[in-house]
């Protein structure tokens, strides 16, 4: 799991089967081939979702799932702690910017994240996500290009796109989570090992961090093929996203991180998150390694609906969303 977001916290864990688990076994069927066949018609043992482009609209740019709402101009900050190689804790802090730019990937018009990791004071990965809601209400990630850093150098681009190199979109957040859910892929980039998958591990929890408290909490445990017995814990507050993140397992980073801060950013400010999102889609342009990946995609572009709002109106740049 390369994503900033791969910082695993300890959840609260599931200990009776649902009922709507079994229901949604009792209905898988047999498919003509002789594969068994589960309900959304993946095949038993699949490591990727059923990816549809028709399964979009125009909408998809509109992300107004309650999990996971991204209103352009939005920004998310998170700080916490981490580990370096050695074993001591650094400062953590990610910068989730939400641009107003769109890029269309295996057919999807997406909403671009400009998003920043820092380590001990230093960037360590700067990354451009993109995301696309169905028709349903799920949000898709579509592809992802991060740029990971050491001692201030450009170390490594393990970038994947739905539809290049054998990649598939997978689910960011379900339309309608709950307990019992089958685990779902996140997307699936063999060529760059990106094999993360999520699955709802509890709902209706409450937690408190710098931003405030909240009630309704879900969490979300995600792991991946080459950290088996590792988990990343997501703390999803509806309305608001991501509020809360940690581990579960023997994760030798040892990542937490908390919402510190909401902010929607205007004039000068915007255009300053615009500018760091297009000045790195150009370096992936011009690094040759990405030619063959980045390269393949069209160029970002403003969206023509403008800064339509899927979000609460929010106080300026720089405020908390709340003080209290």
Not at 9 to 22: D, E, K, N, T
Not at 71 to 96: N, Q
Not at 233 to 257: C, R, W
């Amino acid at each position: 799991m390369r994503s900033k977001w791969n910082t695993r916290g300890p959840g609260l864990w599931a200990r009776q089967a649902s009922f709507w688990m079994i229901l949604g076994m009792a209905a898988c069927l047999i498919s003509p081939a002789g594969n068994l066949m589960a309900q959304d018609g993946k095949a038993e043992g699949q490591k990727w979702e059923n990816f549809d482009p028709k399964n979009f609209d125009e909408n998809s740019i509109n992300i107004t799932n309650e999990w996971m709402p991204l209103a352009p101009g939005t920004r998310y900050v998170y700080a916490g702690t981490t580990l370096s190689d050695e074993d001591e804790p650094l400062v953590h802090r990610v910068i989730i910017n939400v641009t107003d730019l769109t890029k269309v990937i295996a057919g999807v018009n997406c909403v671009v994240t400009w998003d920043l990791d820092y380590s001990g004071g230093e960037l360590v990965e700067a990354e451009l996500a993109f995301f696309a809601q169905d028709k349903e209400g799920n949000v898709w990630r579509m592809g992802e290009y991060p740029e990971e850093y050491e001692d201030g150098e450009f170390a490594d681009a393990p970038a994947w796109f739905g539809g290049i190199q054998d990649a598939v979109p997978g689910i960011t957040m379900l339309a309608n989570p709950w307990v019992g859910t089958p685990s779902y892929s996140q997307g699936w980039g063999p060529k760059v090992d990106f094999t993360d998958r999520g699955q709802v591990d509890e709902m209706g929890l409450s937690t408190c961090v710098p931003m405030g408290c909240y009630n309704n909490v879900m969490a979300i445990k995600e792991t991946s093929e080459d950290e088996p017995g590792i988990f990343q814990i997501k703390y999803a507050a509806p309305g608001v996203g991501d509020v809360q993140v940690g581990y579960k397992g023997d994760d030798p980073s040892a990542e937490l991180l908390e919402l510190v801060d909401v902010m929607v950013l205007k004039g000068e400010n915007l255009k300053e998150m615009q500018e760091g999102a297009l000045a790195l889609e150009k370096a992936a342009y011009e690094r040759k390694t990405n030619k063959k990946v980045y390269g393949l995609t069209p160029p970002c572009v403003a969206r023509k609906d403008g800064m339509k709002k899927t979000m609460p109106e929010k106080k300026e740049t720089g405020e908390p969303e709340n003080e209290d």
